[in-house]
């Protein structure tokens, strides 16, 4: 059997214009749960992404592994930038910022070629 305990309560007694009111006032309950953060932060959320393709990376030759950690290494360089982009998924703006990386490394790789030529 469940005893309820009692409540603290106090009544406020006041008047608007000429009629008498009352409230009781009601103690505010304590938190149960942590305070703080309630949503992950975006470089958390990459970090457990990461983990997810961990496997997808042991598989791969050790050049391409290589390659596969560069590109994650270029999310987590701009995890500013994803962590504006409102997404419920970390998947959009982690490639995105893959692709900011792969056209830069081309337009490198374009200037160093017109410089030889």
């Known amino acids: 059997m469940i005893i309820p305990r009692p409540l603290n309560l106090r009544m406020l007694h006041f008047q608007v214009h000429e009629y008498p009111c009352e409230i009781f006032l009601i103690p505010p309950t304590k ?17 457990r992404r990461a983990e997810y393709w961990s496997s997808f990376r042991k598989t791969l030759r050790s050049d391409e592994r290589e390659e596969f950690d560069r590109l994650l290494k270029s999310v987590r360089s701009r995890s500013s930038a994803c962590g504006m982009l409102p997404a419920s998924d970390e998947l959009e703006p982690a490639l995105l910022a893959m ?6 490394r081309i337009s490198k790789l374009e200037g160093a070629s017109e410089g030889d030529a």
């Open 31 to 47: 938190c149960q749960g942590p305070m703080g953060r309630t949503v992950p932060t975006w470089r958390d959320r990459i970090e």
């Open 99 to 104: 692709l900011v990386e792969l056209s830069s």
